[in-house]
Structure formats: structure tokens, C-alpha cells
């Protein structure tokens, strides 16, 4: 049959109970003639605990020492997984980071695994014993016996390594979720299940703030082909697949495919004024952030001319936790860079479109900017691929952005007209029963507005703009319907029939 990487959350094994369950799931998968290896994290808040007791001690905890405390919780976890596989009659194994055969960088509290030697791991399949792994650690050293953790989202880089080094058929990321979701459903209930993703649509949205998977593991299954399925710990759903297989891109004229939103509230804007421009600073700026490590693997970078001769501003978004780093390595290459002034915004977000063809259809960012424009949230563009489209306003408005551009984005049925004011407005017009010249003046706007955001009308339209096309660009677009029958009566006379063609 198959050979399957199970990894379990957190929250798939807070307590011995979902430890249970979690061994009944996974019996039921060796049962049914698969190969099962087991990755866990550990249970529930343990590493957040471990952490707080480390600080009680020491506000500066020796990095070496800190790991060595932080791995016990997967310890446990592993452990518990395995004595609850046992007592359900299988036969299971605990492996830490060493026997698991993982290798890693020297990086204490951030290493980043280098190699899998899975021997032990490979032997106990062989014998059909059920190993279980300790996700977020690994061993580095000439002997391998320093322990090492992998950073937040740790136990999902394991398991999928693991999978590439034992070339297994599906990694299974099991989480409290029924898959990859449309949106964060904590805002947004209406937020679905994805069936299928990209690589690179998965690496964009962990790169933006989705939360189930970290950036560094889907960056490590796109390099090295990792089948994956995130799926819920508890339910039957099939779950999210992501792979290589390409998804198709939007045809020429169609809108863009947004796939899901992501967001992220902890991000932190620092503008530095009197740099673009001048010879050698944005290159200074990047190399004194990558020196310091301050995130800049997940930062935003735009700039902004200044005109009239003089050097323009760099704006830098970045994750808040590395903020405090990025401020110092600025302030200390001052001289060297040159920059006239640093300006510093906390408590700021960004939220993310994340699909294809956004490139080449600029009315996505139209309807993104018409959407939060009337939502009444002040938001700032950050950066614009043709995967993604990301735009910065106040944390304590990222809630509102989210669910009105998920409602535009993904809850309104494809081809159907969106909702924007122009649309509104002939609406309206439409049913007041307006005379022949204002009702054309409105068709007139809203061919322009839909040649702009690709978007095909249907409906009955009124006699003088049935069948009339709009080219904008190099779009071109109809209304296509007939008139009303019976025709509105000329000079304004008898009862005024609306014509529904803004439907």
C-alpha cells in the first residue's frame, strides 16, 4: 500500500484524550495495509510553558540550554503517542531528533535541517512498527549530540522531511482545520476548504500569515516535490492537497483567480527617507538587514521617488519580532547608508490576495481598492505580483478587510457582476424609472467600469445600448440582451418602465 508521514499539531494532542483518538487514527491507517510514520508537536501549550519557566529563571537563557529544555515537550508528546498506539494493540517506537536520524545548522532557537538519515526510521517500518517522531528538533555537531530546534512551525518542516528522505507516498499535515481555508475562519465563518493548491500558492499564503503551515516547510515540500494534505485531526474531510501539478490560469479576458486571503497582524513599517536614488543605500539598506537577520526573507520592500532631484523614501514591512533587530543594524550603518531619516509604525497589517494572473488584470486591484474604499479602511499597497497582491493598513482594521474582500474575492459566484457603485448607482437609476439619456449615461459608465475589471454583463438592456460594446485597453466587452418589450414610451409619457439591465 502507501507509505504515509502523519504530522499532529499541538492541537490535535492537548490532552491524553486527543492523544487517544490521534493512535486510533493513525491504527486505523496501518490497519488498512499503509506504512505509518508519526510526527508530533508537542501537546497543546508545553513549548509556550517551557518557555516561561526558562525566563523565571533567566530573562536571557543560554540558546544551547533552551533547547535542550523546549525539546523535552515533544519528548512527551511522542512518547504518550506511542504507549497509546501500543495499548491499541500496534506495535510503535519513539524517536527524538537523533535516532530520527536529522541533521541540522548550528543555529540554536532557528536551525534549519540539512539532512535525514532515516536508518532507524526505515528498520522499524521494515519490522511493521509504527515510529513516532519528535517534530521541531534535531541534532548538529561532530558527533550529532547537540540538540537543535527548528523555530515555530518546526514539526512541520520535520515531517516533511522525513517524507522526501523515505521518498513516502502523501505527507499529512493534521490540524484542527478541515484543510487550507479561503480566509482566517476566526474572521471570516463563510471561509471554505481548498481542494487543491500550488506550491507556490502555498508558500505565498504562509509567506503572508496563514497559519497552517510555516514558510520554511512549504519552501522545503516545493524544493523537493513533497506530496502534501492538510486535513483535520478529527474528521473524515479529504482536506487540502498541494503539489506541483499546475492549476490553470485564467484565460485571456477572464478575471483573476483569487484562491484565498491571508493576513497577518503583527507587522511593523519603517520608512527610511533620502535613500532611493542614492548611489549604493537601498543596497546598503538590504545588506545591513541581512547581516542582522532581520527577517528580511519575509519582508516587503517599496520605494518611493521623491521628484524635484531629490532621494526618494524606502519603505520596509516586516514581521514585528524583527523589528527591534532591523532598527538596531539601521541605526548602527547610518553613516554608511546615508539615508536622511527613519520613521518607525507599529500596530500595523497587511492582508493578502494570493492566486494567478493578477499581473495581467489590473482590475484586481481596482475592485481590492473600490472594496476597502467602502468599507471605510485607509490601506497602503506593499507589494504586487502575479500571485499576490499585498496592501498594508491598521491591525485593528485587518478584521473589516479581510471579510469584505473575502466577500468580493470568494463569496460572490464567479461571472456574476460584482457588487461596486457604479452598479449600484444604475440600480438604482433603473428602478426610479429614469428618462432614456440619464439611463444611457449610466450604461455608458458601467461598460467603462466593467471593461476595466474584465467582467462580461448579461440581462435585458434598454434600446439604446443593447448589443453596444466598450473596448478599454485591450479589453472588449458587450451587453448582450435585448430590449425591454414593450419599449419605454417616447417623450416621457405614461408609466416609466425600469429596464433590469445592471443585473
Known amino acids: 500500500m502507501a507509505l504515509i508521514v502523519q504530522k499532529y499539531g499541538g492541537s490535535s494532542v492537548p490532552t491524553t484524550e486527543r492523544i487517544r483518538r490521534v493512535a486510533e487514527r493513525v491504527v486505523r491507517a496501518h490497519d488498512a495495509g499503509h506504512d505509518v510514520v508519526v510526527v508530533v508537536s508537542a501537546m497543546g501549550d508545553a513549548t509556550d510553558e517551557l518557555l516561561a519557566l526558562a525566563r523565571n529563571v533567566d530573562t536571557a537563557p543560554c540558546p544551547r540550554e533552551l533547547d535542550t529544555l523546549l525539546s523535552v515537550g515533544e519528548q512527551v508528546s511522542s512518547t504518550l503517542t506511542a504507549m497509546a498506539i501500543h495499548a491499541l494493540g500496534a506495535s510503535a517506537c519513539s524517536y527524538s531528533g537523533r535516532p530520527a536520524g536529522v541533521i541540522t545548522t ?50 512541520d518542516t520535520t515531517a516533511i522531511a522525513l517524507a522526501a528522505a523515505l521518498k513516502a507516498d502523501v505527507c499529512e499535515i493534521c490540524t484542527d482545520v478541515d484543510g487550507v481555508l479561503t480566509a482566517d475562519p476566526r474572521i471570516v465563518p463563510e471561509a471554505r476548504p481548498i481542494d487543491h493548491l500550488t506550491y507556490e500558492a502555498m508558500r505565498e499564503l504562509a509567506a503572508t500569515g496563514a497559519r497552517v503551515l510555516a514558510l520554511s516547510s512549504a519552501e522545503y515540500a516545493e524544493r523537493y516535490a513533497v506530496p502534501l494534505r492538510v486535513r483535520s485531526s478529527y474528521g473524515e474531510h479529504p482536506g487540502t492537497v498541494v503539489s506541483d501539478e499546475p492549476v490553470r490560469p485564467p484565460s485571456y479576458g477572464s478575471p483573476a483567480r483569487v484562491v484565498a486571503l491571508a493576513h497577518d497582524p503583527s507587522r511593523t513599517k519603517i520608512t527610511l527617507s533620502g535613500v532611493v536614488g542614492r548611489a549604493g543605500a537601498t543596497a546598503g539598506v538590504l545588506h545591513a538587514l541581512a547581516e542582522e537577520g532581520s527577517g528580511t526573507g519575509t519582508a516587503e520592500f517599496r520605494a518611493v521617488p521623491a521628484g524635484d532631484g531629490r532621494y526618494g523614501a524606502l519603505t520596509l514591512v ?154 478599454v485597453g485591450h479589453h472588449r466587452r458587450a451587453i448582450r440582451g435585448c430590449p425591454a418589450d414593450p419599449p419605454h414610451p417616447s417623450g416621457g409619457a405614461g408609466p416609466r418602465r425600469p429596464w433590469p439591465w445592471c443585473a
Open 318 to 471: 516586516l514581521p514585528s519580532a524583527d523589528a527591534p533587530a532591523a532598527l538596531a543594524a539601521l541605526r548602527t550603518c547610518r553613516r554608511g547608508i546615508g539615508y536622511d531619516g527613519l520613521t518607525l509604525e507599529d500596530k500595523v497589517g497587511t492582508v493578502s490576495l494570493v492566486g494567478a494572473g493578477f499581473r495581467s488584470h489590473a482590475g484586481t486591484f481596482l475592485l481590492l481598492r473600490e472594496a476597502l474604499d467602502e468599507m471605510g479602511v485607509p490601506f497602503e499597497p506593499v507589494s504586487a505580483s502575479d500571485t499576490r497582491i499585498s496592501v498594508l493598513c491598521r491591525a485593528s482594521r485587518l478584521p473589516d478587510a479581510v471579510r469584505a474582500l473575502h466577500k468580493v474575492f470568494v463569496e460572490i459566484p464567479a461571472g456574476k457582476p460584482r457588487p461596486t457603485r457604479t452598479r449600484r448607482a444604475a440600480r438604482q437609476a433603473a428602478d426610479e424609472g429614469v428618462h432614456h439619456e440619464d439611463a444611457d449615461e449610466q450604461g455608458d459608465r458601467l461598460l467603462r467600469a466593467a471593461g476595466r475589471l474584465s467582467i462580461e454583463l448579461e440581462g435585458t438592456a434598454p434600446p439604446q445600448i443593447a448589443g453596444r460594446a466598450v473596448s
Open 106 to 155: 548550528p543555529a540554536h532557537g532557528g536551525a534549519r535541517i540539512v539532512e535525514v538519515r532515516p536508518r532507524l526510521v526505515q528498520e522499524a517500518l521494515d519490522r511493521g512498527t509504527i515510529p513516532v517522531v519528535t517534530g521541531f528538533q534535531g541534532v548538529c555537531g561532530e558527533n550529532d549530540d547537540e540538540i537543535t530546534t527548528l523555530g515555530r512551525g518546526g514539526s
